[in-house]
Nanobody, 124 residues
Framework: QVQLVESGGGLVQAGGSLRLSCAAS????????MGWFRQGAGKEREFVGL??????????ADFVKGRFTISRDRDNAKDTVYLQMNSLEPEDTAVYYC???????????????WGQGTQVTVSS
């Protein structure tokens, strides 16, 4: 059974940083690109960024503007992908989801597995 479990969300002031983690189990980690998506209140889910299965190729949405990075590693025997977010803005407030896809794509429909999401709130 595939599980993706996000953590690391919380409340931060504008200009601050957060690192989100997504621990994956039940899948051959390197066979999947790992994507991050977000959904703000009343908004559609949108692509944030992805990292390729073998790394280190990453790709980000335009609104990231160099503020975020994605990496993947093994952490405490769990395959984990990280989203490091710097220079956060109130507009970044959303529930952030990690997801796994067999292809490198921005299309949410192509992601087979999803985490439950973690809330990020940026105060002004």
């Amino acid at each position: 059974q595939v599980q993706l479990v996000e953590s690391g969300g919380g409340l931060v002031q504008a200009g601050g940083s957060l690192r989100l983690s997504c621990a994956a189990s039940g899948l051959t980690f390197r066979n999947y690109a790992m994507g991050w998506f977000r959904q703000g209140a009343g908004k559609e889910r949108e692509f944030v960024g992805l990292i390729s299965g073998w790394g280190p190729t990453t790709y980000f949405a335009d609104f990231v503007k160099g503020r975020f990075t994605i990496s993947r590693d093994r952490d405490n025997a769990k395959d984990t992908v990280y989203l490091q977010m710097n220079s956060l803005e109130p507009e970044d407030t959303a529930v952030y989801y990690c997801a796994a896809s067999p292809t490198q794509t921005m299309q949410a429909a192509s992601y087979h597995f999803w985490g439950q999401g973690t809330q990020v709130t940026v105060s002004s």
